[in-house]
């Protein structure tokens, strides 16, 4: 394991850049100049999804001449009525229909711009439930809850007219369900949290830093993970018990089997709450190997390489599930550790027992990650992808 | 007193308003097909008996259903402005439009509606609606008229400024400096390098509308002195100081952002005068000073009580609106070092430190200090600051 000082307040600098409403007249101004404006509608400014899906595509558009971004909140969509006729797209964020979205799609439309449905899970539509129920290990006394918000994303997608996710596989799903056309552009990191990476990797390279304990890392994004770690956690319980300096840390909501409450006694459950993303890096830099199980099925096939690139920024190696997006990266020659079922003990043995060549790989992972997933490196993409859905027929 | 409502339904979403509303009095509960004629103890009525009520909110717990929003909608006897779309297992994606803030801050405890509003405060904050108009002058009351008429607050509130936000704006680029420019007054203004054109016309857009000579910040100090020394403190472009520059005899100004610093530099570097880009007061060299300009956004009354006695100042304007008690604590130092202070005219709006809650009103601009031309006995030594490094640079 590794001991990182962090740095403390990029996530607020962040936070406080966020303030676009204000900009209102931006619209007006690039327009004016030739830019043309693409405005984001998101349930919240602080919903996780809002940030890969909004804040930092924002970083994006920011590096883009061509293009100016603006958000709003959900509940505010109609109060944006006299400036239609300097807007050229809008993004609905995976917004659940109301009333109010409907009039709002609808006057878009008479303004002749194209509305675009941006999701990046397979949670669109009822014929996934089942997928999405076995995804997130969700029990039956949930059905109601995703059939209401299975719904609700799709009265409001149907009425797009276009689609736009994070991986090919969930790209082709909407095409087909929609009949329209769809385009992708992966998650990436932000300005942020490449800043916070370097400088921890920095310090991971420096012998100061490491210390001989192993420590495997469980990063969840919810409760609704809960099944995927069960995938490996018997495994994980062996690893431990045949090496008492592994230890598992624990970031974020997870139920450990009660087999593991031997570890918790002997102090080698390490747990840290639900915390900000440049945190987040401190917290994934610190250990030696950055577990992402994943139960494969269609829901997870959908998901984005989120997991794997956090990791990598800081040097960290990644042993992932084969869905569809980690079994690119392993295609693609990348740094990484494909585990299919009940093969993890033995890929994990591998690793701590040569641990000491892990930093080897330190400048590689964070490379590799940097060449797909940085955000500057989004530019070109980003920008063909908005100038094709401005075009689109409506 | 209480308010009194009526809740549409009485189903699940229904129980779920019951959970979080706090004081009130529910008169009735709202039922297209009631099948019973009470829920919870309270009588349940159809559509056409909320005309009979005299209700200060209708709260509607439904907000994917169409069909009910276009009754209430196309129900004349309803007062809309009484109605309230409520989703609460849901508050954050739908339903509230910040119209309704000021209908529904009294019935939904605040433990409740401040976790709300924090998420969907910063939107709201620039609704004319939010403002507490009593006791307000008739300079305010008109730049709400006109906020209301637009439709939402901004910076600055004025006819005046409907010129500069439907303006086209020429920016140049300078291929041989690989910077963007605008030209103002016959003169050019360099932004930093790394700026895009769109961030460069946005910004100028606001720079050159507060310059207006209508605008709450526009200079009030051209033309009374000339020559000597001008100062100012920014951490963006320095207008005020090129406005000056044909009254001063020589500038400092105090920016320490390196990609600005380069901007000014190219700025004055054809302006014909003695300037001095640094990073601290402290490094500049004069002791006595005819012109300030301080735009500080963070403490910015402590500040100057680190400053003044540093210096012989004559005249000083100082940004206020920062902060909600900047123009108090700043007049206070300024008069406690010999200045006698003035408001500039007007009113900027200013809410980025206010919290869901509290009252939020428009802001003065500036604080204005001038002192009589005489040897200020608490002038500190030198030896105060020698060793803080003079880093200037004169082109």
Redesign the interface.
């Known amino acids: 394991m590794y001991i990182i000082n962090g740095v403390a307040g990029v996530y607020e600098e962040r936070e406080s850049k966020?303030?676009r409403?204000?900009?209102?007249?931006?619209l007006?101004?690039?327009h004016?100049?030739g830019?043309k404006n693409v405005l984001f509608v998101s349930?919240?400014?602080?919903?996780m999804a809002e940030r890969y899906r909004v804040d930092h595509i924002f970083n994006v558009i920011?590096?883009?001449?061509e293009w100016?971004g603006f958000s709003?909140?959900?509940?505010?969509v109609?109060?944006i009525?006299?400036f239609w006729s300097y807007i050229d797209l809008v993004v609905l964020e995976r917004?659940?229909?109301?009333?109010?979205l409907?009039e709002f799609i609808t006057r878009a439309h008479k303004h002749n711009i194209p509305v675009i449905y941006e999701v990046d899970d397979l949670v669109y539509n009822v014929k996934y439930l089942d997928a999405i129920m076995e995804g997130t290990g969700t029990g039956l006394d949930r059905y109601d809850f995703w059939i209401k918000i299975l719904e609700?994303q799709y009265n409001t997608a149907v009425l797009c007219d276009g689609y736009w996710t994070t991986n090919l596989f969930l790209s082709q799903r909407l095409a087909n369900d929609f009949k329209k056309q769809s385009w992708v552009l992966p998650n990436f990191a932000n300005p942020q949290q490449i800043m916070v990476s370097e400088t921890y990797l920095e310090q991971k390279l420096n012998e100061k830093a490491y210390c001989d304990d192993f420590v495997l890392g469980y990063f969840s994004g919810s409760s609704s993970h809960n099944n995927d770690f069960m995938e490996i956690a018997h495994e994980i319980y062996i690893l431990m018990r045949r090496y008492p300096n592994i230890y598992l840390k624990i970031v974020g909501f997870l139920d450990l089997p009660s087999e593991f409450e031997i570890f918790e006694s002997d102090n080698r459950i390490i747990r840290r709450p639900f915390m900000d993303c440049c945190s987040l890096q401190k917290e994934i830099a610190e250990v030696d190997v950055n577990l992402v199980p994943l139960v494969v099925n269609e829901f997870t096939n959908c998901k984005s390489e989120i997991k794997y690139f956090e990791a990598a920024l800081v040097g960290t190696i990644s042993c992932m599930s084969p869905t569809y997006v980690y079994k690119n990266i392993d295609e693609k020659g990348y740094l990484g550790k494909i585990c299919e079922k009940g093969k993890w003990l033995s890929v994990l043995e591998d690793l701590y027992v040569n641990r000491h060549n892990l930093k080897n790989g330190f400048k590689q992972l964070h490379e590799e990650a940097l060449a797909d997933y940085a955000y500057y490196n989004q530019a070109e993409n980003l920008k063909m992808i908005l100038d094709e859905m401005e075009s689109i027929e409506i | 007193m209480k308010k009194r409502i009526l809740i549409w339904g009485t189903g699940n979403r229904t129980k779920d308003v019951l959970k979080v509303i706090g004081a009130c009095e529910i008169l009735a509960f709202v039922e297209t097909k009631p099948s019973s004629a009470q829920f919870q103890g309270i009588v349940v009525i159809p559509p056409e008996g909320i005309k009979d009520i005299e209700f200060d909110i209708l709260l509607v717990p439904i907000?994917?259903?169409?069909q009910i929003?276009k009754y209430i909608n196309d129900d004349a006897c309803i007062k809309k402005d009484k109605v309230v779309f409520l989703s609460v297992d849901?508050l954050?994606?739908?339903?509230?439009?910040?119209n309704q803030y000021k209908l529904i801050r009294d019935l939904i405890p605040l433990e409740y509606l401040r976790q709300y509003l924090s998420?969907?405060f910063?939107?709201m904050k620039?609704s004319p609606q939010i403002l507490v108009k009593e006791h307000m002058d008739e300079e305010r009351k008109h730049l709400i008229l006109y906020a209301e008429q637009?439709?939402?607050l901004?910076?600055l509130n004025y006819e005046f400024t409907e010129k500069y936000?439907?303006?086209?704006?020429d920016?140049q680029y300078d291929g041989q400096k690989k910077m963007y420019y605008a030209v103002w007054k016959e003169r050019k203004f360099f932004f930093p390098r790394s700026w895009?054109?769109?961030?460069a016309?946005?910004y100028w857009?606001d720079a050159i509308m507060c310059y207006d000579e209508k605008s709450p910040l526009a200079t009030s100090m051209q033309n009374i002195t000339q020559g000597g020394i001008a100062v100012e403190i920014t951490q963006e472009m320095p207008l005020w100081s090129i406005n000056e520059i044909d009254n001063v005899a020589c500038v400092y100004i105090v920016n320490s952002d390196k990609e600005w610093a380069e901007a000014i530099k190219a700025s004055f570097e054809d302006q014909g005068k003695e300037f001095y880009v640094i990073n601290s007061l402290s490094e500049c060299k004069e002791e006595r000073i005819d012109k300030m300009r301080c735009d500080i956004s963070e403490n910015v009354a402590q500040w100057l009580s680190t400053y003044l006695g540093k210096f012989f100042i004559l005249n000083i304007e100082v940004y206020v609106y920062y902060k909600k008690d900047d123009l108090k604590e700043v007049q206070g130092v300024l008069e406690s070092k010999g200045f006698q202070c003035r408001e500039s005219d007007g009113y900027v709006y200013y809410p980025?430190d206010v919290k869901p809650f509290e009252k939020i009103d428009f802001r003065k601009g500036i604080v204005i200090g001038t002192r009589q031309e005489e040897k200020n006995t608490d002038m500190e030594s030198e030896d105060v600051y020698k060793n803080e490094g003079v880093g200037g640079c004169q082109l």
Not at chain 1, 95 to 100: D, I, K, P, V
Not at chain 2, 165 to 169: A, E, P, R
Not at chain 2, 196 to 199: A, N, P, V
């Open positions: 966020k303030y409403y204000k900009k209102l007249h931006n007006i101004t690039c004016n100049i830019c349930k919240n400014k602080y919903d920011d590096l883009l001449d100016n709003i909140e959900l509940a505010n109609l109060s009525d006299q917004t659940g229909f109301t009333c109010q409907k609700s | 907000v994917d259903n169409c929003e849901n954050l994606e739908t339903g509230f439009y910040y998420w969907n910063e939107f620039y637009r439709g939402y901004q910076f936000v439907h303006c086209k704006y920016i895009k054109l769109k961030q016309a946005c857009r980025q």
